[in-house]
């Protein structure tokens, strides 16, 4: 019995980097929050834990930071 072909779409799916930041590039605000997820349960071999995701201009996608929120609400 072979896996369904859906299966393997999502694990051979490549990580992009963005040319502006070299941060690894997001498609949307999701993947973002899923890539945020599983590195706070699992850790960063850098180090740094990012606390949230934000919008990048120059990508069009999504990155990780490990800065809070500016607060300038
Ligand atoms: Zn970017």
Do not use: E
């Not at 990012?50 to 069009?60: E, F, I, L, T, W």
Request: hydrophobic share 25%; proline share 4%; net charge positive.
């Amino acid at each position: 019995m072979a896996a369904p072909d859906s299966v393997g779409d999502a694990v051979k799916r490549r990580k992009v980097k963005c040319g502006k930041t070299g941060k690894t590039r997001y498609r949307d605000h999701i993947a973002a929050k899923l890539g945020l997820a599983n590195i706070q349960t699992y850790g960063d071999t850098r180090g740094k834990t990012p606390q949230r995701v934000y919008y990048c201009h120059d990508c069009g996608g999504w990155h990780l930071t490990s800065r809070p929120s500016s607060g300038s609400r």
